[in-house]
């Protein structure tokens, strides 16, 4: 068990600019979540998969963020058009069905 | 997140003494999980609690639900410097834990 794997750990970029990090799960694990955690804050709910279908999005996943989980594997999360306000730290989890959720280190993103 | 209250936010205890997290819920819990997370770095699961009345320990950690209060306590005896952290609790509201909510942690300080 390798646990949660993130890629890259830090990320600094221009506003504008498009990002995309990378989330690889604990192998025998169905279920995928990203969350998002800014300064002094608990982590919030971004969006969950099963297998590779996406089954819930948060209000806060704007038309700028995508996330996909191809062959329901790895998942990766797009931020297109990157904003000063969306720096914080992307956080991905997995678990089995109904189980707790086992957190990655994080990638953190700095847009300036 | 409003629906779930951490106090204190921050503590400051010296080596030895024991302490008190407490996460309060303003909607009906179907599970509690608490995580500890380092400064910069992702969170570690550290119990799940998910009927009334229950109580789970981990070496020092011992984690309570109150059903009626909707309210879950951490206690930590005789604490060390490596118990300090941010500790966490999320909740989880529906039927099936997908997302989970969480509160904004407590910074915990051991001093030597």
């Known amino acids: 068990d390798t646990g949660v794997s993130q890629n890259p750990r830090h990320k600094i970029t221009k506003r504008g600019q498009n990002v995309t990090f990378r989330c690889d799960p604990i192998?025998?694990?169905?279920?995928l979540y990203w969350y998002r955690q800014t300064l002094g804050q608990g982590p919030e709910f971004l969006t969950y998969?099963?297998?590779?279908?996406?089954?819930?999005k948060s209000r806060l996943l704007s038309d700028r963020f995508s996330a996909e989980r191809p062959k329901g594997s790895f998942s990766t999360l797009e931020i297109q058009r990157t904003e000063q306000g969306d720096s914080a730290m992307y956080l991905c989890?997995?678990?089995?069905?109904?189980?707790?959720?086992?957190f990655g280190p994080g990638t953190r993103l700095t847009v300036l | 997140s409003q629906e779930l209250e951490q106090s204190p936010q921050s503590l400051i205890v010296q080596e030895g003494k024991n302490l008190t997290i407490n996460c309060t819920s303003s909607?009906?819990?179907?599970?509690l999980y608490w995580y500890k997370q380092k400064y910069g770095e992702g969170l570690i699961f550290l119990m799940m609690?998910?009927?009334?009345?229950e109580e789970k320990s981990h070496e020092k950690i011992t984690a309570k639900l109150d059903e009626k209060k909707q309210q879950s306590s951490l206690h930590i005896t005789a604490s060390q410097p490596s118990h300090a952290g941010i500790y966490l609790c999320?909740?989880?509201?529906?039927?099936?834990?997908?997302?989970?909510?969480f509160g904004s942690g407590t910074q915990l300080t051991v001093l030597p």
């Open positions: 998969f099963q297998n590779e279908a996406q089954l819930e």
């Open positions: 909607k009906t819990l179907y599970g």
């Open positions: 192998s025998e694990h169905n279920r």
């Open positions: 609690l998910q009927k009334g009345g």
């Open positions: 989890a997995s678990s089995r069905r109904d189980s707790e959720q086992f």
């Open positions: 999320g909740a989880a509201y529906s039927g099936s834990a997908r997302q989970l909510t």
